[in-house]
């Protein structure tokens, strides 16, 4: 066993896991926080993209004992309380979803995405960006429509603060 | 995955240490391709050594002529690195072609250029500019340490620490995707550095990245895409799988190396 | 319309949950004390099973059990089923081998199903797998469809030549006498690639034996939890209905891959009470490869007769399709009865007959995936009748307009009655959105960057609201297809709809919920939607063949209906008045000539409290139930229309626009509407140009997991242009005709006529990836300096 000791939205957690113990395992099953999703082995599909340190990583891929000393971010801690945040309006909004499985991961890569490049992000970028992402129910076509409305509610959001 | 034991040493010479005394134990960078491939069952490490609490490995910093790169420096490091950037655009660019967003923020050039993948996108930028990969024990140049597929030049107990890349006058990369696996199909890195050309090609060989050196004496004569006109590479020694057989793979090679040419020249 | 009614783009009440990450999947449940099975899967494709040592795995640390075929056996458990009795043209019934699930004796396919090890961890039961001893003795493969009857080895005893069936459909001599006196006759050989469906959440089940009550409870992800239950019962023998509870919680995506029973979770449900624990499975993706029921593969020659003036006058085809190495649980209907009826696509053909042998080989069972059957014919028709109008130099949309089907109803030479149509409104809309005027303009723009463009159509017509008890009785079904709902109105004028659809991806809370508001006049808030649990839903056949609108939402409407019957019986006691004058609009009950009205959730009150009829002749509380069969199959059609630009030199196609115009009756939700067909298109996208199944000669599937299989990605597509016209389907009292399926049917042949039309000639098959269309631009340059 190894001990573990990271942030997960906002709150400390630690625990002694087994070193073979992937990070999303880690969430989902030592957590329960179980938002985040495995839909593939190879790190292709996205489901598993949790924030670590501020960066979007493949929970899958990473394993908690490499999480040491990092601050997570997963889908259930991206709301301001009751509030959504502007990625999540945007998806509903838009229909950016089906049947959901991919839409952690997808809102989580989406964030990241505007985190990175900004508020105002063309269709030929979030479609290149979200290569890391796959959706089998939507086609992408209002995936694309819902980060690119989000990623300018974010901007809005960002705005109204700084004029604060 | 099979079970193992996990360390996270603080220092290099911990890790080498860890690594020479630990039987069948294995250095984890970004982990991108080891933990997939562990996932699968395929690698049963006894021990993983965690490189990642190791931060004197991650910076990127232009030295003299040529530009320095840490070996825990990400796929997104090196993208972003203004440095890069700035000196060898080409490398930045090749970096952005590697899996995705979130992949590029984990996986590291010394975990990619370690592996030797046939069809990672690194080796070609290592042989294309005459990289000398640096190791806690000496420096390798690129050419002697690319020896086939997934096979490298490292010892065992030795870890590669940076990866030093002479700035080149004008260089490009053009990778074919495998439509699947987003891995390189064929990748081509052109580099002219004075009278010096290299074309290294990744991907497409069955022994990994090599030089093409047909290519080379063309653009020799005059660096531009015409000079590449109607060559394609040998399809003999050529990888073959459902998504390119050795023919098209072969043709490819001559595809990317035009464009890749087109590129540098526009630069 | 009202903001939350009938047509009305409402914003899905289900999304909440899953932005949120709080939506609730199979593998998120945690049963108190489970324990984790993982199944041991043979690594060859046909072999005998010699011997199996498992007592070095039950050394290991953590394992509870490791349980083979033989222990099934041993407790009478039955083999899985096909539940769609298909006749030879000889009369003789379908060859169904036996299908156990846990190998006994044989296993028939890579992924086929050893044993299992139950253990405290998945870590540990994996672990311990690898211990179990397994002697195979290998035997020879059979893998490609096309020669599974020539092959020297049977899959199974019962079918020495591996075939399954020999069927056909038609008239014979009809149809030979068509083409004797055809002018113009097209041919054409047709592969239709094996897909994988890839729901993105893997299959997963918990089974788990309550001691006390002496009943199962598995949750599971189920399209289709009753039938589930239904099987595992009646057939599978693994406990009586009324003690075996199915659970379909939130599913991530199905496409077919989930409505049919399966080894793993019939294993669960078995094993719990063997360990006595709860035991869970879930599928890793590679594990989803090799398991989950494929789709498509088929192999086929079809010819079109043409008279001299462009008229169809016959359509021939013979079809090889491949179901694998067992009968999944609808299998053999899909490439018999959900094909060959649709092969008059939009046209009136006067002579059809088609032929479909099913074959048995050494590979993975293929079963209904999004579309199942009608995009096979699709693909051949639309193929068909897009090359005979290149060959006879007409313009393809000028072809089909004037073969088009254009009087109501209309009985085809197979089957089918379409019972209503607009399909040339459909055609102008599509040419209109696609601009196909401007489409040579933009040809010649692309060849000047020395690219290649190319444009192609696809009318397609597919059958849903599946389906007729009686009619898919008299071909072979074993259930029928009626659909069933329950409307319970609370006291204080909620409404929770009880369905025996499944909702995974389509929105049924937000849609059912649409219907309830637009009929009872409630807020969308106060309905709810229950589904996925038998001991909860009476009954239902579940969610595919885009039947949930169709014949689900009318089984709904049945029972709103009887609800607005009762309520007026309950305001005419409340208003003392006679209920044949008591009105029903815009949630008020009101009597007719007066200014006395109730609100819905008024007369909902005294239904329960039964203040003003206690004793009279009608009962208190306000529940109704329903089942609706549906009297026909209804025909959502339209045209979709692709257009690509290829780059020679890397054979790379560009989908540069997607044109989808469609006719599904009445639209309850557009928004979700419009989603589906993205969602279809996406994958018929998927299938011409990425998506293929690969065995090699051994039997081994190439193709097990991303790094192989190409999904379709964002950057692989376009945004899609979507439009819709609209002819209400008369069968069913909503008029809708059904959307799930559409893109899937009707993009394929789109695409490859759009490649075809680019590269200039037929030669090529799907998928259409960079090095097939590589090669096949490549074959035709020498032939064109030649010329």
């Not at chain 1, 939205?9 to 002694?16: F, I, T």
């Not at chain 3, 694998?324 to 490439?335: C, E, H, K, N, R």
Request: charged share 20%; glycine share 10%; aromatic share 6%.
């Amino acid at each position: 066993m190894a001990s573990v000791t990271m942030t997960v939205n906002g709150k400390s957690v630690s625990a002694d896991v087994d070193p073979r113990t992937l990070l999303v395992q880690f969430l989902r099953e030592h957590l329960r926080l179980t938002g985040t999703h495995v839909g593939c082995d190879t790190s292709q599909c996205g489901a598993c993209v949790v924030h670590v340190d501020g960066k979007a990583v493949k929970a899958c891929t990473t394993l908690a004992v490499q999480a040491e000393g990092c601050d997570i971010l997963t889908i259930e801690g991206l709301a301001n309380g009751s509030e959504l945040h502007p990625m999540q309006a945007a998806f509903r909004e838009h229909h950016g979803l089906q049947c959901g499985y991919c839409t952690p991961g997808m809102i989580m890569t989406a964030v990241d995405m505007v985190n990175r490049l900004g508020h105002d992000i063309d269709e030929a970028t979030i479609r290149h960006e979200l290569e890391g992402n796959i959706c089998r129910c939507t086609g992408y076509h209002n995936i694309v429509l819902a980060v690119e409305a989000g990623a300018k509610a974010m901007g809005g959001a960002g705005m109204r603060e700084a004029a604060e | 995955m099979y079970a193992f034991d996990y360390h996270r040493p603080t220092s290099l010479r911990q890790a080498a240490a860890m690594l020479q005394k630990t039987e069948d134990a294995m250095i984890v960078a970004g982990g991108h391709t080891l933990l997939p491939t562990m996932k699968q069952r395929l690698a049963q490490p006894s021990a993983l050594i965690d490189l990642g609490g190791l931060s004197e490995l991650r910076g990127i910093e232009k030295k003299g002529r040529a530009v320095v790169i840490g070996a825990m420096a990400t796929h997104a490091d090196v993208a972003a690195s203004d440095v890069v950037r700035e000196a060898i655009p080409a490398l930045a660019e090749l970096a952005v072609t590697i899996g995705d967003p979130a992949v590029r923020h984990r996986g590291t050039i010394g975990g990619s250029v370690a592996n030797n993948d046939p069809a990672a996108d690194y080796p070609a930028a290592c042989l294309g500019l005459g990289a000398t990969i640096i190791t806690n024990r000496r420096k390798i140049v690129a050419e002697e340490f690319f020896q086939g597929m997934f096979d490298t030049a490292l010892d065992e107990g030795e870890i590669i620490t940076k990866v030093s890349f002479p700035i080149p006058a004008k260089a490009a990369y053009a990778k074919f995707r495998n439509p699947a696996s987003r891995y390189a199909l064929v990748g081509v890195f052109v580099m002219k550095r004075g009278s010096e050309i290299r074309v290294a090609v990744i991907g497409a060989g069955s022994s990994g990245v090599y030089r093409w050196s047909e290519a080379e004496a063309a653009l020799a004569k005059r660096f531009s895409p015409k000079s590449l006109d109607g060559m394609s590479a040998s399809a003999d020694d050529m990888n073959s799988d459902i998504h390119a057989d050795s023919e098209y793979r072969a043709h490819l090679v001559g595809v990317m190396a035009r464009r890749a040419v087109q590129a540098a020249v526009a630069r | 319309m009202t903001a939350t009614g009938i047509g009305a783009p409402v914003r899905r009440k289900e999304d909440q949950r899953f932005i949120t990450g709080k939506g609730r999947y199979t593998d998120d449940l945690v049963r108190p004390g489970q324990a984790h099975a993982y199944f041991l899967r043979s690594p060859h494709a046909h072999a005998e099973i010699v011997r199996i040592d498992p007592a070095a795995a039950l050394a290991m640390p953590g394992v509870l059990a490791v349980l083979t075929g033989d222990d099934l056996a041993a407790d009478g458990v039955g083999g899985l089923i096909c539940g769609w009795m298909i006749h030879s043209k000889d009369g003789s019934p379908m060859k169904a081998g036996p299908h156990p699930a846990l190998a006994q004796g044989k296993v028939r396919y890579v992924g086929d199903h050893v044993a299992v090890v139950i253990a405290e961890t998945l870590a540990q039961a994996r672990d311990a797998a690898e211990k179990v001893a397994v002697e195979y003795r290998e035997l020879p493969a059979v893998v490609d469809t096309g020669s599974a009857r020539k092959s020297a080895t049977a899959v199974h005893d019962v079918a020495p030549d591996n075939t399954v069936f020999e069927w056909h459909l038609g008239d014979k001599a009809a149809t030979d006498a068509a083409f004797a006196k055809a002018k113009h006759v097209t041919r054409l050989d047709i592969t239709n690639n094996r897909l994988v469906p890839n729901a993105i959440e893997t299959r997963a089940a918990i089974g788990e034996f309550d001691e006390s009550a002496d009943s199962y409870t598995l949750y599971t992800t189920s399209q289709n939890p009753h039938v589930a239950r239904l099987v595992l019962s009646a057939f599978i023998g693994i406990a009586p209905e009324n003690k075996l509870r199915v659970i379909a919680p939130d599913v991530g995506g199905g496409f077919g891959s989930k409505i049919f029973i399966y080894a793993e979770e019939t294993v669960c449900v078995w094993a719990s009470k063997k360990v006595g624990r709860p035991v869970k499975w879930n599928s890793d993706r590679t594990e989803a490869f090799l398991s989950d029921a494929h789709g498509r593969d088929h192999v086929t020659h079809a010819e079109l007769a043409l008279d001299e003036n462009a008229r169809i006058l016959g359509l021939r085809v013979k079809t090889t399709a491949n179901l694998g190495a067992y009968l999944s649980t609808f299998s053999s209907s899909v490439p018999t009865y959900l094909y060959a009826p649709l092969l008059s696509g939009q046209y009136d053909i006067p002579a059809i007959y088609a032929e479909v042998d099913g074959v048995y080989t050494n590979t993975t069972p293929v079963d209904a995936y999004r579309g199942a059957g009608r995009p096979e014919a699709t693909f051949v028709v639309e193929r068909l009748v897009e090359v005979a109008a290149r060959e006879i130099g007409m313009d393809p949309a000028n072809f089909r307009r004037k073969n088009y089907i254009k009087r109501f109803p209309h009985q085809t030479p197979v089957i089918m009655a379409y019972d209503v149509g607009d399909y040339a409104a459909s055609l102008d809309k599509a040419l209109e959105i696609a601009d196909y005027k401007g489409f040579s303009k933009r040809k010649r723009e692309s060849a000047k960057k020395g690219k290649l463009r190319g444009i192609g159509f696809s009318s397609y017509i597919e059958a849903c609201g599946i389906a007729p008890s009686q009619a898919v009785g008299s071909l072979g079904a074993g259930v029928g297809l009626w659909e069933s709902a329950e409307v319970r109105v609370n006291p204080t004028g909620s409404v929770e709809v009880l369905t025996g659809s499944h909702s995974h991806g389509q929105g049924h809370e937000t849609t059912f919920a649409q219907l309830v508001c637009d009929r009872l006049g409630v807020g969308i808030d106060q309905v709810n939607i229950v589904h996925g649990d038998t001991d909860k839903v009476q009954f239902g056949m579940g969610t595919y063949g885009s039947r949930s609108g169709a014949v689900g939402m009318s089984a709904i409407t049945k029972a709103i209906d009887k609800v607005i019957e009762k309520g007026k019986k309950v305001a005419a006691y409340a208003m003392e008045a006679s209920d044949k004058d008591i009105e029903f609009k815009d949630g008020r009950f009101s009597v007719a000539g007066t200014d006395k009205s109730m609100a819905f959730g008024e007369v909902a009150l005294q239904a329960y409290v039964a203040h003003k009829f206690s004793g009279q002749d009608l009962e208190p509380g306000l529940k109704e139930g329903a089942f609706y069969d549906p009297t026909n199959f209804t025909f959502p059609a339209g045209v979709h229309i692709c257009e690509v630009e290829i780059d020679p030199d890397t054979g790379v196609t560009k989908i540069e626009r997607f044109t989808a115009v469609d006719d599904f009756g009445v639209v309850i939700n557009p928004m979700i509407v419009e989603g589906q067909v993205h969602g279809g298109i996406a994958q018929g996208v998927g299938q011409a140009l990425l998506e293929n199944a690969v065995y090699d000669e051994s039997g081994q599937l190439v193709t097990a997991s991303y790094m192989d299989y190409t999904m379709p990605r964002a950057g692989d597509l376009p945004s899609f242009s979507v439009g819709m016209t609209t002819t209400p389907c008369p069968s069913n009292p909503l008029g809708i005709k059904g959307c799930g399926e559409a893109g899937a049917i009707a993009a394929p042949p789109a695409v490859i006529n759009a490649i075809t039309d680019a590269i200039g000639h037929e030669g090529i098959a799907m998928p259409a990836t960079p090095q097939a269309v590589w090669r096949a631009i490549h074959r035709t340059r020498p032939a064109m300096a030649a010329e």
